[in-house]
């Protein structure tokens, strides 16, 4: 079972921070092995997310697409959960523990908005401060989630350093976190960071893949044959495929191929990485030579970002797992269809597992079932798709 | 040629302390960063380490963080860092101690990393990312990486520290990145004197160390001193009247050579 006791998945994973923070995640790491056979504080969790989440999320037949092409493609709604995606599951569930420990503040990286949403969201639910780092970039671009957070009493701190986006907003958090972890906890919303922050995250997430599990041989009395997740640092993928690793069903991670292959261009860190250490792990990087780390791009500000999580680059490596990348223009075309067709606006996040869902099911022989984790709801992103649709007449 | 142990032991035996200066390696640039350099060691300092820039470096605070951001914007590199380093060890004659992230190094790869940081005079190795459990990655490569500690740091993990028998163990003076900030004496003072009961080996602290008078603070509790953000302000403030640069390096350690005269205590 991974990751083992050092926090590794085969070779990936790890502890590599500043020796100042080590006793910090030693405390953690305690506090939650605790807790996770505590069945007050599971009972507590399943508490909210059943009455404040409202899980189970449903699972749903697309009709018209699955007519279309030939394969039942559902979706797993996370979208439907309070705050629009799956991020809820993991910030309950961590500023939880945090308020167990003690902590009285909660710190936040942010991409797109959604995790920063929903680590405010849980704060003011639990009467706890937060504080969310955003790039200056991703502030622009996901301005509605900046207005949701300071509603909900957060603070949000601009981050106009190296590329302004999801990394810089990391890099922040961290040293905040240095500072501050007596009374605060590090909330990180990804299945990314230093031991064990990729395990927690993903048992958190992890709801998700047990709720499909039940739900699927309900409806067809088996597993599906695929199940499809996007990748950025790779929590809803790995939320979903845990709980069939040891299964007989095809798991398909999508990356974001941005603009093309050209380093800069994309985020497709398991297609074009390489080892590397990035926010106190050691999983796949897109870096140059010398081990700098690139610039990345996406249309999707939740997947703009170089590193990705340890157990998915073990994953990859073994094969269990297949990760693909669709461009920015696939995202943004199946972000559209997937609205005109089933009146559901995804986030542009979760648009990139669809588009790979709409391209292989037309491939697959009839009969075969596909899953996609529609991981956030596209409210946030409308302007976004709309600017760019306006700019390229081409792609209507 | 003298070593950090050397070096190290060598101050212990005239009372003093011994001053560790970081400076970013080939800013402003090249010439003046080497003249700043030189201008150190008249300036008496002991033990140089020298950065090299990465695009992440999430132990650092403002101040240094503007210098790696300059350095890689300049398309600055390990690889750079470990030339200049050459260029460095045969124009001076103190102890060259690198710093760098993990990253780059891991990406040269160990093996190649330590033979040419051996061959350009580099005799040990600070990397802020790789805490005492993965610090055995660099074991029998003959390149000695130091020890960090930390005001969080448990007993247990200065024993840790304490069993790597390094040069000289870096404290962390405070929870925190690097930056100039008033920092708690008493709990310094504490904090050395705790990590003193558990080891023999000499104890550098840093972060924070921003003038003379910090430096007479803590000089019968420590057996270094390590000076960073404080050099930084100065190049950031001197960097527009170049001529003027290097004197300011060697005045600031001339005082701080001052102030560290007379120390008493210590093992």
Do not use: W
């Not at chain 1, 994309?266 to 297609?271: D, E, G, P, R, S």
């Amino acid at each position: 079972m991974y990751p083992n006791e050092k926090g590794y998945y085969g070779r990936y994973g790890g502890r590599f921070v500043p020796e100042t923070l080590i006793p910090a995640l030693d405390k953690i790491e305690q506090a939650y092995r605790q807790l996770a056979v505590d069945p007050e504080f599971q009972a507590e969790l399943n508490y909210y997310l059943k009455n404040y989440v409202g899980r189970e999320s449903p699972l749903y037949l697309c009709e018209r697409l699955s007519r279309e092409l030939g394969a039942r493609i559902y979706l797993k709604r996370e979208d439907l959960n309070h705050t629009g995606s799956h991020k809820i599951n993991n910030t309950l569930g961590q500023a939880l523990l945090a308020k167990r420990m003690g902590k009285e503040r909660l710190i936040a990286e942010t991409g797109a908005g959604q995790h920063g949403v929903a680590t405010a969201t849980a704060a003011a639910v639990l009467g706890m401060k937060c504080t969310v780092y955003m790039g200056a970039r991703d502030m622009q671009r996901q301005r509605l989630n900046v207005f949701r957070m300071r509603m909900l009493g957060a603070e949000v701190k601009e981050v106009s350093k190296g590329s302004q986006t999801l990394k810089d907003a990391t890099n922040e958090a961290f040293r905040d976190f240095i500072q501050s972890f007596e009374y605060s906890h590090m909330l990180i919303g990804s299945a990314v960071g230093p031991h064990p922050y990729p395990m927690m995250v993903r048992d958190f997430q992890s709801v998700i893949g047990r709720e499909l599990k039940e739900q699927f041989k309900n409806l067809e009395g088996r597993l599906p044959s695929y199940i499809l997740a996007c990748v950025g640092g790779g929590s809803n993928a790995i939320g979903i495929f845990y709980p069939f690793l040891k299964e007989e069903v095809k798991l398909i991670g999508v990356e974001a191929g941005g603009r093309g292959i050209s380093p800069g261009e994309h985020c497709a860190t398991l297609a074009k990485g390489d080892d590397g250490i990035l926010h106190g792990a050691l999983s796949r990087l897109l870096q140059d030579e010398n081990g700098q780390i690139l610039d990345t791009h996406s249309i999707s500000a939740g997947l703009d970002y170089p590193g990705v999580g340890p157990e998915h680059a073990y994953l990859r490596e073994s094969g269990r797992v297949s990760y693909v990348n669709v461009s920015d223009k696939e995202a943004i075309n199946a972000f559209l269809k997937l609205s005109e067709y089933e009146g559901i606006i995804p986030a542009l996040e979760s648009a990139h597992a669809v588009a790979y869902a709409l391209k292989m099911a037309s491939e697959l022989p009839t009969g075969n079932s596909l899953v996609i984790n529609l991981s956030g709801r596209g409210d946030k992103d409308t302007e976004e798709v709309s600017s760019y649709v306006e700019e390229r007449q081409e792609v209507l | 040629m003298p070593n950090i142990r050397e070096a190290m032991l060598n101050c212990r035996q005239d009372h003093k302390l011994a001053l560790i200066a970081f400076i970013m390696a080939l800013l402003p640039d090249e010439d003046l960063c080497l003249d700043c350099i030189k201008a150190l060691e008249q300036g008496g300092c002991d033990i140089l380490e020298l950065g090299v820039p990465f695009t992440d470096p999430l132990a650092d605070g403002e101040m240094i963080e503007r210098f790696h951001h300059r350095g890689t914007k300049q398309g600055l590199n390990l690889k750079r860092g470990l030339e200049f380093a050459h260029r460095v060890k045969n124009s001076c004659n103190m102890s060259l101690i690198l710093f760098t992230y993990y990253n780059p190094l891991y990406r040269m790869g160990l093996e190649k990393f330590t033979q040419e940081a051996r061959a350009a005079g580099i005799e040990g190795l600070i990397v802020p990312d790789l805490p005492l459990d993965e610090m055995h990655v660099l074991n029998g490569y003959g390149m000695e990486p130091i020890p960090m500690l930390a005001p969080s740091s448990t007993d247990e993990r200065v024993q840790m520290a304490d069993r790597r028998q390094a040069a000289f163990i870096y404290c962390v003076s405070v929870r925190g990145v690097t930056g100039m900030r008033p920092l708690p004496e008493q709990e310094i003072k504490d904090y050395l004197q705790r990590v003193r009961t558990d080891t023999r080996t000499p104890l550098a602290l840093g972060f924070g160390i921003s003038g003379p008078q910090q430096v007479e603070t803590f000089r019968d509790y420590a057996d270094a001193v390590v000076v960073g953000s404080y050099l930084a302000r100065i190049i950031e403030e001197y960097e527009t009247r170049p001529q003027l640069l290097p004197g300011q390096m060697e005045k600031a350690f001339l005082e701080l050579g001052k102030a560290r005269e007379g120390k008493h205590g210590s093992v």
